[in-house]
């Protein structure tokens, strides 16, 4: 599973996907209007340097779809969740979540072939599990997603454990678990990241 994994993350095709589904996600968000005062809202996208991306992608893949509220006085920001950015992490959704898993069980010279080779040092690698273990075990949004499955997801291995009950490819499989998550990736979102 775990070579699977790797090739996906330098996969462009996978990142185009990636955005496919965000635009859409954005194109919904824009309909619905200002959270607050219903008015129309126009974009007002910024751009982000994530890191963690395969070369040879666009400049579109720079960019946070927002939007902004275009009443006086209001003005509200609403950004909406994203498969591809993980709140203010810098580095992908994907890589926060794929590195974890291929972390699992590696032996200190394959890790350091695993940082080599998608450019993230050890250091990031160990917050990231910190984060999985305690910031977000312990999230609101966990407990109650953590409800949904029986019997229990192994929260010592998250996300392996998160991801290996979901069915189908790995792509399949990865953009499940990127779903799950879009509830704390959006500029609304519950703050675990
Ligand atoms: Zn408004």
Known sequence: MHPLYSTLLGDTRFHELLLDCDQDI????????????????HSA?????PRGRPAGLGEEHDWRF?????????RKRKTPPS???????????????LIA????????GRMGRLSGLVGVDRRTVQRWRKWW???FTTSPFWR????????PVNQDRLPASLIE???????????????????ITGGNAVHVV
Request: glycine share 4%.
């Open 101 to 108: 898993i291929m972390r699992e069980g590696a032996t200190p």
């Open 144 to 151: 109650q997603a953590a409800a949904a499955f029986m019997p």
């Open 45 to 49: 996208r910024y751009r982000r340097k």
């Open 165 to 183: 009950r979901f069915i189908g490819s790995a792509p399949e499989r990865l953009i499940a678990v990127l779903r799950l998550l879009l509830p």
């Open 133 to 135: 273990r305690d910031r």
């Open 83 to 97: 498969l591809r950015f993980l709140g203010r992490k810098v580095y992908l959704a994907a890589m926060v979540v």
């Open 66 to 74: 927002s939007f902004c509220c275009t009443l006086d006085g209001c």
């Open 26 to 41: 954005a194109i919904a968000a824009r309909r619905e209007r200002c959270l607050l005062c219903r008015s129309v809202v």
